[in-house]
């Protein structure tokens, strides 16, 4: 049981580079997300999707776009990287009751030189 | 919009004692959900428990518990008996049945167990 699959786990990338994170899920839930956690700020929501076709912003969504193409995939793209997107990003998905748990893929670690 | 504050930075048990982390939430809804989330040193972010706001009982999950004060709009993790493995970041979250229905993240509290 796979449950939500991130990759890469680490990435270093150089400024101006681009990069797509992957998200994969296997419990076919239809709500997805996309967070980042910077050191003493918890996670904060960069973008969304409550299904396939339909995206939308979160709290932190500069510099970043995102796309769902089908229930199980939400890949998170990073145009023209800069230093302030260093951080460990999440996927996470869950069920649309709301007393579900939302589960997290492991991570992914990136920083920008 | 629904804000979560966790007011300790970090936290120190010893082993085999009891610790409690606080958390604040504020929100103009009656219905929603709580959830503490525990981030051991791999990342992974793990359930621990979770609260209906309109059930008055306490939730508990073995060693850990819950005080959930709606008026005060207050949800305390009780933990017991401590144990290595419990050293953590722990988060605080809140969720409501709005749209896409959105964790929104306290800063976290990280917790040392000591010998």
């Known amino acids: 049981n796979a449950g939500v699959t991130q990759t890469p786990k680490f990435r270093i990338l150089k400024i101006g580079q681009s990069m797509t994170l992957q998200c994969t899920q296997d419990?076919?839930?239809?709500?997805m997300y996309w967070y980042r956690q910077d050191p003493g700020m918890g996670l904060k929501l960069i973008y969304y999707?409550?299904?396939?076709?339909?995206?939308d912003k979160g709290e932190v969504p500069n510099g970043y776009n995102v796309s769902r193409s089908t229930t199980e995939d939400f890949p998170l793209r990073l145009e023209l990287a800069a230093p302030s997107q260093t951080s460990v990003y999440f996927c996470?998905?869950?069920?649309?009751?709301?007393?579900?748990?939302?589960?997290f893929g492991q991570g992914t670690r990136l920083t920008v030189v | 919009a629904q804000t979560v504050t966790q007011s300790q930075p970090e936290m120190s048990v010893q082993e085999a004692e009891t610790v409690t982390l606080s958390c604040t939430y504020d929100?103009?809804?009656?219905?929603?959900?709580l959830f503490w989330y525990k981030q051991p040193p791999s990342r992974q972010m793990i359930l621990v428990i979770r609260?209906?706001?309109?059930?008055?009982q306490n939730a508990t999950e073995n060693r850990f518990s819950v005080n959930f004060q709606k008026a005060a709009k207050s949800f305390s993790l009780k933990i017991s008996d401590s144990q290595l493995g419990d050293a953590a970041m722990y988060f605080c979250?809140?969720?409501?049945?709005?749209?896409?229905?959105?964790?929104?993240f306290g800063t976290g509290t990280r917790l040392q167990v000591t010998l």
């Open positions: 979250a809140y969720r409501s049945p709005g749209t896409a229905s959105k964790l929104t």
């Open positions: 996470a998905s869950t069920e649309v009751t709301v007393h579900t748990e939302a589960f």
């Open positions: 929100t103009s809804e009656s219905d929603y959900y």
């Open positions: 999707s409550v299904g396939a076709g339909i995206t």
């Open positions: 609260q209906e706001a309109y059930k008055q």
């Open positions: 419990m076919n839930h239809n709500y």
